[in-house]
Nanobody, 121 residues
């Protein structure tokens, strides 16, 4: 059964860091791209980044560029989202999902349940 599960969220202070993990089961991560998304209260879900099968990452939100880093470890079946210099506006539920590639031509699927990130004093 295909499954993705996010973890690593929690409460962080402004300027702090968190590393989110996206662990997969039921498929070979090597063959898939992984997208990271977030949804803040009252807002639509937005695509943060997509990392390809060959470890090329595209970031889609200007405000996270230079602060967030996506990586993957196919042996550990895990993708990561390292978040540094966190800001209150980063508060959201964060999700991962898989895709054939990062071109945008195909829909993301196999969504995880999400992990809450709250940035506050």
């Amino acid at each position: 059964q295909v499954h993705l599960e996010e973890s690593g969220g929690g409460l962080a202070q402004p300027g702090g860091s968190l590393r989110l993990s996206c662990v997969n089961s039921g498929f070979n991560l090597s063959y898939w791209a992984i997208g990271w998304f977030r949804q803040a209260p009252g807002k639509e879900r937005e695509l943060i980044s997509c990392i390809t099968k060959t470890d090329v990452t595209t970031y889609y939100i200007d405000s996270v560029k230079g602060r967030f880093t996506t990586s993957r470890d196919n042996v550990r079946k895990t993708a990561y989202l390292q978040m540094n210099a966190l800001k209150p506006e980063d508060t959201a539920v964060y999700y991962c999902a898989r895709n054939t590639d990062c071109s945008g031509a195909y829909p993301y699927g196999s969504w995880g349940r999400g992990t809450q990130v709250t940035v506050s004093n």
